[in-house]
């Protein structure tokens, strides 16, 4: 028994977090961020969002948006969907989506 559960805690601790592989934000100069995700800290959540420029610019027009990320039209879940945001402390890998700091807009 004692076995089984050092397996399970084992497989949760080591296992599981390496599946996603989360790290730092790229600087702010690159632009934009194609195939990352800016993780936590939303400000809001809008749908029908067209094109990544175009959720930069309500990024840039927000005073407390720090970043954004935008899920480009073959996202499985909430294609076209923009999410603002007050910071980037993580991203991590998904094909779908295009992230940037508030001054990338264009």
Not at 22 to 44: A, E, H, R, Y
Request: hydrophobic residues 40%.
């Amino acid at each position: 028994m004692i076995s089984q559960l050092f397996l399970i805690a084992f497989t949760i601790s080591f296992v599981v977090p390496m599946e996603i592989q989360k790290s730092p934000p790229p600087p702010d100069t690159s632009c934009p961020w194609v195939g990352l995700d800016c993780l936590f800290n939303d400000i809001s959540a809008t749908g029908n969002i067209q094109t990544w420029q175009e959720c930069a610019a309500a990024c840039a027009a927000h005073k407390t948006c720090a970043y954004w990320s935008w899920r480009g039209p073959t996202a499985w879940m909430n294609p076209y969907g923009c999410w603002l945001k007050s910071g980037c402390p993580q991203v991590i890998s998904d094909p779908s989506m295009v992230s940037g700091a508030n001054t990338c807009i264009a």
